[in-house]
């Protein structure tokens, strides 16, 4: 489902209308004014062709305009790269930018159509972070304002993501209605890429209703467009789309063309969301065919993909602390340097020479807390992302993993290709749960309990392991309307299964409900109890304990509501097994 993140133009051809204002901007007597109108132009232009060209047009409009102190182009530029790196699907770095042109705005005054931009692409932020009923609040009051002011544009930009939004809460005859408004709005303004955008979007809630030939009939009308103005993205998107509509009518020879294509699109623009999904699509459809020693080849380049863009957000958040690291150091540096020249010249200095010294000491010693504070600060953050790294590789350890994509390829080699498909399915669906569910501080309670139940069945295929199990959310806990810290839970999960239970008749059981400011979480098992298994097992407990215990510590240092754990023996009790209770802190939503 594509969101609009950028104001479009009505154009022919989007290289012939970027040639044009790149020409335009050339010439060296343009005003400052002008060339940042030219340079926003190329930002949107450029959004749907080029993955970096939108942020490095905005980044020299909001220079000049910051220079020349120019509130609309300094609006406009932020309001840009805020719309970038929502297209990237980067939030967290998309929001500083959308709310300081809702800033600047607001403080300059009379600028009430550039706010719907602004609030446009606050809508996608709220959408795509789980807030979604406050995102379509969002569009519909900024809809009513595009209509009062007559600004199609505008319309089928906000129609557009209020129909994502409906779709995304799988509400599909209003994402129907908003879609078709977006079609309509953009017929009567001529508005291209509008038209282009209604008909893949329509494709892809035809196709999550089942109707799939009008899902390819939308599909490819839009795929026309996309292809006449360049739009590569779409384009890839689209064949994609297609590709899925394929499959489900088994035209799996057609299928496997569309995801062929798609994905050398998605490629060569090092799109890697759109190249994860085109693999693990390809995957199915190719041992759905029977070509099963390509679909584990196409499974092995989705899991690189998604090990890529892993890798990418660590790399981004370490090289973070590196620019971090050098801007404190030469700060220091700067401080040592005058602290000497002080220095030397007190020593020229006989008067008032006790006091002199006095208050360098006093500075010397400022200093010197303040370096040592930020050194610590350093250190914790950079302990907190080696233990995010920790922490996730002891939710799914590397034996895991390879053990599933062995037991996967000895399926197919076996020829049992139901339970291949039905356990590469399971399993791709756990990769992307993780991925997901790993780069949010809190997540839906609802989204943490289909991820627990995915693991469970996947261990149950994998160890081949008699157990039974049941995740229960009691009282008045509504799991859709409730955000918990997530990946707590399955640690424990992972021990009850390995070093809890007996051979066969195992039973785990997870409960969740309120209690005051905290969900409780009760995981119990009725194994060999914690105590038996210390003895038998000790060392991968305590680490995978010792883990879970240094990441409470790091959550508790920024939280009101401190996270608690605690375990149980149930032969206290006069039973069975091991309880584990883990209180967290929640968001109401």
């Given at each position: ?7 479009f ?14 020409q ?53 530029a ?25 800033r ?14 602004v ?10 972070t ?7 609040s ?10 009062k ?7 089928a930009?906000?129609?557009n993501?209020?129909?994502?939004a409906?779709d ?6 209003s ?5 078709g ?13 509008g ?6 979007n ?10 799939l ?9 839009g ?14 998107t ?10 489900g ?43 099963l ?30 620019v ?8 220091s ?24 010294f ?10 010197l ?8 600060k ?9 233990l ?5 590789r002891?939710?799914?350890?590397p034996?895991f ?6 037991s996967?390829?000895n399926f197919?080699?076996?020829s ?18 993780v ?35 049941s ?10 309307k ?65 883990i ?6 790091n959550?508790n ?11 149980l023996?149930?032969?206290e009790?006069n039973?069975?097994?091991t ?6 802190p929640?968001?109401?939503?």
């Amino acid at each position: 489902m594509i969101l609009f993140a950028l104001n479009f133009c009505p154009v022919l051809s989007q290289v012939a209308r970027m040639d044009s204002l790149k020409q335009v901007l050339q010439k060296g007597d343009l005003e400052d004014t002008v060339r940042v109108a030219l340079l926003i132009e190329l930002c949107e232009a450029s959004t749907f062709m080029e993955e970096q060209g939108g942020k490095y047009f905005a980044e020299q409009a909001l220079e000049i305009s910051t220079r020349i102190k120019y509130p609309l182009g300094i609006g406009l530029a932020n309001n840009s790269i805020g719309a970038y790196y929502l297209q990237v699907g980067d939030l967290e770095k998309a929001l500083p930018f959308v709310l300081e042109a809702e800033r600047v705005y607001l403080n300059a005054g009379g600028f009430g159509k550039n706010l719907l931009a602004v609030y446009n692409n606050l809508g996608i932020i709220y959408n795509r972070t789980g807030d979604t009923r406050k995102a379509i609040s969002v569009y519909k009051n900024a809809i009513l304002l595009a209509e009062k002011e007559k600004m199609l544009q505008s319309q089928a930009i906000l129609y557009n993501n209020l129909g994502s939004a409906y779709d995304k809460l799988q509400v599909y005859d209003s994402a129907l209605w908003a879609f078709g408004r977006v079609e309509e709005v953009s017929k009567e303004g001529g508005i291209e890429v509008g038209i282009m955008m209604a008909k893949s979007n329509l494709g892809s809630v035809y196709f999550s209703l089942g109707n799939l030939d009008r899902s390819k009939e939308e599909y490819l009308m839009g795929l026309e467009i996309a292809e006449e103005g360049q739009y590569t993205r779409n384009i890839a998107t689209i064949l994609l789309g297609l590709a899925d509509v394929y499959a489900g009518q088994n035209q799996l020879r057609e299928s496997e063309a569309y995801y062929q294509r798609g994905i050398k699109i998605a490629e060569e623009i090092q799109a890697l969301p759109l190249i994860q999904d085109g693999y693990i699509g390809l995957s199915r459809v190719q041992e759905k065919s029977g070509k099963l020693a390509l679909a584990l080849d196409s499974f092995r380049k989705w899991q690189q993909a998604k090990d890529s863009i892993f890798s990418l957000e660590k790399a981004q958040t370490l090289e973070e602390l590196k620019v971090r690291y050098e801007s404190e150091k030469k700060e220091s540096e700067i401080l040592a340097l005058s602290q000497q020249n002080e220095i030397q010249s007190l020593e020229l200095t006989q008067k008032n020479q006790l006091l002199w010294f006095g208050g360098i000491g006093v500075l010397l010693i400022a200093g010197l807390g303040y370096s040592y504070y930020q050194r610590k600060k350093l250190k914790s953050e950079a302990q907190m992302a080696e233990l995010e790294q920790r922490f996730l590789r002891s939710q799914l350890n590397p034996h895991f993993i390879f053990n599933a994509l062995s037991s996967i390829q000895n399926f197919m080699l076996k020829s049992e290709g139901a339970l291949a498909s039905r356990y590469l399915g399971k399993f791709s669906k756990l990769m992307r749960q993780v991925l997901e569910n790993s780069r949010e501080e809190y997540i839906l309670l609802e989204e943490e309990i289909r991820m627990l139940e995915n693991y469970l069945e996947i261990q149950k295929i994998l160890l081949q392991k008699e157990f039974v199990y049941s995740i229960e959310c009691r009282g008045d806990l509504d799991p859709d309307k409730i955000s918990i810290p997530p990946m707590f839970v399955q640690p424990f999960l992972e021990n009850a299964i390995q070093h809890g239970l007996k051979e066969s008749g195992g039973k785990i059981e997870v409960e969740f409900s309120l209690a005051g400011e905290y969900v409780e979480i009760i995981v119990k098992d009725n194994g060999v109890g914690i105590l038996s298994a210390f003895q038998a097992k000790e060392s991968h407990r305590s680490l995978a304990t010792s883990i879970i215990r240094e990441r409470m510590d790091n959550y508790n240092k920024k939280l009101k509501n401190r996270i608690q754990l605690s375990l149980l023996d149930r032969s206290e009790r006069n039973e069975q097994g091991t309880e584990v209770q883990i209180l967290v802190p929640y968001l109401a939503n």
